[in-house]
Nanobody
Framework: QVQLVESGGGLVQAGGSLRLSCAAS????????MGWFRQAPGKERELVTG????????YYADSVKGRFTISRDNAKKTVYLQMNSLKSEDTAVYYC???????????????????WGQGIQVTVSS
């Protein structure tokens, strides 16, 4: 079992930056592939980015490539999402998620992830 808690969200102007953190408790984080999802009002939850358990494989949605960076510090049991050049369309609730059993790579389907944080609001004003 692992518990996930997101932090770092808030209100930012377009073009600005935010860094989200996902702190894990319970089992060692290095066992899990980690993902950041987001869900905007009226839209489905989508995978924004993910990182394999080793950190060697990452995935980025086309909409965030070149602007967002995912990283992990397994010793601190924390995953980060650095978001730069934010746009109004990045406004959403962001969720951290963990997958124990995918193997190599990053699963892109939300049902693959067993554990979820409570979500944190990111609002980008234009």
């Amino acid at each position: 079992q692992v518990q996930l808690v997101e932090s770092g969200g808030g209100l930012v102007q377009a073009g600005g930056s935010l860094r989200l953190s996902c702190a894990a408790s319970g089992r060692t984080l290095s066992l899990y592939t980690m993902g950041w999802f987001r869900q905007a009002p009226g839209k489905e939850r989508e995978l924004v980015t993910g990182i394999s358990w080793s950190g060697s494989i990452t995935y980025y949605a086309d909409s965030v490539k070149g602007r967002f960076t995912i990283s992990r510090d397994n010793a601190k049991k924390t995953v980060y999402l650095q978001m730069n050049s934010l746009k109004s369309e990045d406004t959403a609730v962001y969720y951290c998620a963990a997958d124990c059993c995918y193997g190599s790579g990053v699963p892109q389907i939300s049902s693959e992830y067993e554990y979820w944080g409570q979500g944190i609001q990111v609002t980008v004003s234009s």
